[in-house]
């Protein structure tokens, strides 16, 4: 197991070097950038709700800038669009800023260098550090991703089960009528309607509507503050399970039916094993395995991809709020960043994922697979 635990580790070197060269790429071939996005502040032509320019780096830039007559004939300000009266000096000291002075390929390998050190360099447009952007969401981020996480699992496997166990029963077909309908409504949808409802809507005002905890937290008694963070989290967390444990009830009961329908578990009721024992010390750890393949997945889609919404109906300040403001923005440490840690985080539990494979089931062995 520890060869196996040592080629996968190994292999995420190229696997992160790929996402990171195809990412590359592309954003080499989309539209606009960090000195178009300049460009526009300065001329006024950005319109875009997420623009946040700081008092540092390209903001500095602009504040110096100048515009100059017959610029607009300058091939350094003709690559940029609406660069044209532009003084060219300040074109080129904004490509500087951003490091494009520099061919793409020296560019792309210095970024992999500083990554594989974990510098991920300072915000274009934010006076701060990449890494310190994203230690300071990390927490709304995590608190999302791991408890709705843990709570569609705590919820999902026993009434899969149940609903496995009493197939065609009344609580079978109630909880799926429930269930289709939950994974039908969209959870940003549930989300509103759950603000209306009880965060100070038309109805009732009972929990808060933004923040992950409230003003006052660092006065509270140690025993207060439990309670208040997961107030702030009740309905966000409500919102972003409800698709989630729908998928994840259905996956659980679809897998133990299968493995009820088998022949062992037929040979182990003919054996005199009760149900109980046939169930859990038999058909459990089998069915299980998909389950737990599952966990990766719907991991990382809850800690970025499926808090997004969420985040912004809530004001919860994240990182899938970061991450989008930072494409919008053409933040491209940022982005890369997030892209990078998200990638490699997602590789982890991948791994995870196979070694409790073999924790659930012994009788899996990668290594003999792979020999």
Request: net charge neutral; glycine share 8%; aromatic share 14%.
């Amino acid at each position: 197991m520890t060869a196996y635990i040592l080629r996968r580790i190994l292999l995420m070197i190229p696997t992160l070097f790929g996402i990171l060269f195809v990412s590359f790429v592309v954003i080499q071939f989309a539209p606009g950038g960090p000195v178009e996005r300049v460009i526009a502040q300065l001329t006024g032509q950005d319109t875009s709700a997420t623009s946040r320019i700081s008092g540092s780096g390209a903001g500095e830039l602009m504040r110096q800038g100048t515009i100059g007559s017959g610029a607009a004939a300058d091939p350094v300000a003709s690559k940029y669009r609406g660069a044209q009266g532009l003084d060219p000096q300040f074109i080129k000291e904004l490509e500087r800023q951003f490091g494009f002075d520099k061919p793409a390929h020296e560019r792309f390998f210095l970024m992999v260098w500083n990554f594989a050190r974990f510098d991920f360099g300072k915000s274009y447009f934010r006076d701060a550090r990449v890494i310190d952007l994203i230690i300071e969401k990390m927490p709304v981020s995590i608190s999302l991703g791991l408890w709705m996480t843990l709570l569609t699992y705590a919820i999902s496997i026993p009434l899969g089960i149940a609903k496995a166990v009493r197939d065609g029963s009344r609580l079978d077909v109630w909880s799926s009528a429930f269930i289709v309908v939950g994974y039908a409504v969209p959870g940003f949808l549930f989300a509103i309607l759950l603000i209306v409802l009880f965060a100070g809507g038309s109805f009732f005002s009972i929990f808060p509507l933004r923040g992950l905890t409230s003003d006052n937290f660092s006065m509270l008694a140690w025993y207060e503050k439990p309670f208040d963070y997961f107030w702030h989290l009740t309905l966000p967390l409500i919102s972003m399970a409800l698709g989630a444990f729908a998928t994840m009830t259905l996956l659980t009961k679809n897998s133990f039916l299968d493995e009820i329908r088998k022949q062992y578990v037929i040979t182990a009721r003919m054996k005199g094993l009760s149900e109980r024992r046939v169930l859990y010390g038999h058909v459990f750890r089998n069915a299980m395995l998909i389950i737990i393949a599952g966990f990766p997945g719907a991991f990382i889609h809850a800690f970025f991809t499926g808090s997004l919404l969420i985040e912004t109906i809530f004001s919860l300040d994240g990182l899938g709020l970061l991450g989008f403001e930072s494409v919008l923005n053409r933040d491209y440490p940022v982005v890369f960043a997030t892209l990078y840690i998200f990638s490699l985080v997602g590789l982890v539990v991948n791994l995870i994922s196979d070694l409790t494979y073999t924790w659930v089931d012994p009788r899996i062995d990668f290594e003999t697979r792979e020999a």
